[in-house]
């Protein structure tokens, strides 16, 4: 019995010695653990901080982009209106060289019958015009005044002035304005 003991104690002995080693790993282990979790919430943290300064320049350049935006809409606007004065005094001094100068047929008698070919032939733009100038382009009336001075001029100069013709140069002066504002 005695050596059933003996052996019992040396079993004994070395299951401690087991277990000591068993609790030193366990110990290193921990330790392990918490130097990672320790890494892990520091990473996170540097994380949350690069996330909310990214956030904020975010933020910082959607603010940015919108007043760039609103400039950009506010250049295109004033470039809208600067071609559009352009395009106006264009067309006035389009129609005043163009048609003075090509447009006056000066005949002391010219004859009815052609006046009333040209009357026919552009009375349908001379009303599309019209129209056009008064409900589309309202607070474009220097072109339309543009005309009618240019009517008043010529018949001051006692010339045959092609009514319909004058309109017509004015339709296509303005339909080249559209057609740069498109």
Not at 5 to 29: G, S
Not at 35 to 56: H, M, P, S
């Amino acid at each position: 019995m005695s050596s059933e003991l003996e052996l019992l104690k040396q079993r004994i002995t070395e299951l401690e010695a087991k277990n000591a080693k068993l609790e030193a790993e366990k110990a290193e282990i921990e330790a392990r653990n918490a130097e990672l979790l320790k890494q892990v919430t520091e990473k996170d943290a540097k994380r949350d901080a690069e996330n909310a300064k990214l956030g904020a320049t975010i933020e910082e350049l959607k603010s940015e982009n919108a007043e760039l935006r609103d400039r950009v809409t506010k250049v295109e606007q004033n470039q809208l209106q600067h071609d559009s004065a352009e395009g106006t005094q264009e067309t006035y001094q389009a129609l005043t060289k163009t048609t003075l100068k090509t447009l006056c047929i000066f005949s002391p008698q010219p004859s009815s019958s052609w006046f009333q070919f040209l009357l026919y032939i552009f009375w349908p733009s001379k009303k599309l015009l019209k129209n056009f100038f008064w409900q589309i382009l309202p607070r474009k009336k220097l072109v339309f005044s543009c005309s009618l001075s240019l009517l008043a001029i010529s018949s001051q100069k006692s010339c045959f002035f092609l009514f319909g013709v004058a309109w017509y140069s004015a339709f296509l002066c303005l339909r080249s304005l559209i057609r740069r504002r498109s």
